[in-house]
Nanobody, 127 residues
């Protein structure tokens, strides 16, 4: 069992909603952590979507998803969510949960900042 395990992907039509979940191991959430959702489509680089400190503060969003996606976590800190509303075709991709054992930094969108990764969950949005 990995330290980050995503679930909740699927297929929806444009305008629909999905909620992704990421189960986080105690080894990660026990201390300070920056929790991030990335996505990747074939032929494109992995793109950071949203980030949050595991104290529940300091949410960050990439411009393409601002106002449509919401990142959150449970009070127990062991599950990370990504609520995705008004999904568009360009939101299609494999979504990954990632973590670093420090609070989010200004370079939160850089994939090299994260040591822990899940295996990803597929999101497909059709027109």
């Amino acid at each position: 069992q990995g330290q980050l395990v995503e679930s909740g992907g699927g297929s929806v039509q444009a305008g629909g909603s999905l909620t992704l979940s990421c189960a986080i191991s105690k080894a990660i959430y026990w201390g300070n952590a920056c929790l991030v959702w990335f996505r990747q489509t074939p032929g494109k680089e992995r793109e950071a979507v949203a980030a949050i400190n595991n104290d529940g503060r300091s949410e960050n969003y990439a411009d393409p998803v601002q106002g449509r996606f919401t990142i959150s976590q449970t009070n127990a800190k062991n599950t990370l969510y990504l609520q995705m509303n008004n999904l568009q075709v360009e939101d299609t991709g494999v979504y990954y949960c990632a973590a670093a054992q420090h609070f989010c930094r200004p370079d939160w969108q850089m994939s090299s900042s994260y040591h822990y990764w899940g295996l990803g969950t597929q999101v497909t949005v059709s027109s």
